[in-house]
């Protein structure tokens, strides 16, 4: 699935209306009103595309790490695969916290470690993605690690 694809995916879960007990209407349709089980099957229909994003999203950006390790010849470090990537918040954006997206600690089976940069990469793309279609709200400090063996 392409980031274009997740995004139109958001953009009609983002039409689905708020769970009960929020401020915001939560039926589509005066009539819907009348039908409070609908209201519930929206709510669950909600989360299951929020779900399916957020795995499509950490699918996207494994792929793209791993590609990129790849390409540029570190896939493995002594005949000795790489196995996780570790992404650190280190600053507050003016837009809020993300993830630093340009540096990871990539650790191999041996237990060597290296910093790689995928500034401008298609992992830098994933990686935001992920972050744009979470709930999650890192802080500085707080890691992301993306397992890289295929299981």
């Known amino acids: 699935m392409t980031a274009h694809t997740r ?3 958001r953009l009609a879960r983002s039409r689905l209306p708020d769970p009960p007990g929020t401020d915001v209407p939560q039926y589509l349709t005066p009539a819907d009103a009348l039908r ?3 209201d519930h099957a ?4 909600r989360e ?3 779900r ?3 795995a499509r999203a950490y699918i996207a950006l494994t792929d793209a790490l791993r590609w990129h390790l790849r390409e540029s010849g570190l896939y493995d470090h002594d005949g000795q695969p790489a196995v996780a990537a570790t992404f650190t918040v280190t600053t507050k954006h003016p837009d809020g916290p993300g993830w630093d997206e340009t540096t990871a600690t ?3 089976a041996d237990g060597f470690e290296q910093t790689v940069d995928f500034a401008g990469t298609t992992v830098d793309d994933e990686l935001m993605e ?3 279609g979470s709930d999650e709200h890192p802080e500085p400090g707080d890691v992301l690690t993306v397992p890289l063996l295929p299981l």
């Open 52 to 54: 399916e994003l957020q």
């Open 48 to 50: 299951d595309i929020d």
């Open 106 to 108: 990539i650790r191999y």
């Open 130 to 132: 992920l972050v744009q």
């Open 42 to 45: 929206l709510w669950e229909l």
């Open 7 to 9: 995004a139109a995916l």
């Open 36 to 38: 409070p089980l609908a």
